[in-house]
């Protein structure tokens, strides 16, 4: 069993920074893929960036450039860095954790981003 807890969202002017973070609980954190995933209000929820065990990055199309994901295995922490932030960025962001078959969430965070 895996718990995650995001943490870092907030209020942010457009063009600003933001740094969300998700420290999971229990073991083997190093052998799992992350995720952070966003959902806007009346849209599907949609994947943002991943990292896999190997350390291999992905970033959805709207984020390439201005997000980067990152992993540390011994504080058992993902984080996304969002930089240039815009308003169509306003989400509620959830980390993801998956292996095989197995997937766990977090709570999500909001991230609102408004002049």
């Known amino acids: 069993q895996v718990q995650l807890v995001e943490s870092g969202g907030g209020l942010v002017q457009p063009g600003g920074s933001l740094r969300l973070s998700c420290a999971a609980s229990g073991t083997f954190f190093s052998v799992y893929a992350m995720g952070w995933y966003r959902q806007a209000p009346g849209k599907q929820r949609e994947m943002v960036a991943s990292i896999n065990s190997g350390g291999r990055v992905d970033y959805a199309d709207p984020v390439k450039g201005r997000f980067t994901i990152s992993r540390d295995n011994a504080k058992n922490t993902v984080y996304l860095q969002m930089n240039s932030l815009k308003p169509e960025d306003t989400a509620v962001y959830y980390c993801?954790?998956?292996?095989?078959?197995?997937?766990?969430w977090g709570q999500g965070t909001q991230v609102t981003v408004s002049s």
């Open positions: 993801n954790a998956g292996y095989r078959t197995i997937m766990y």
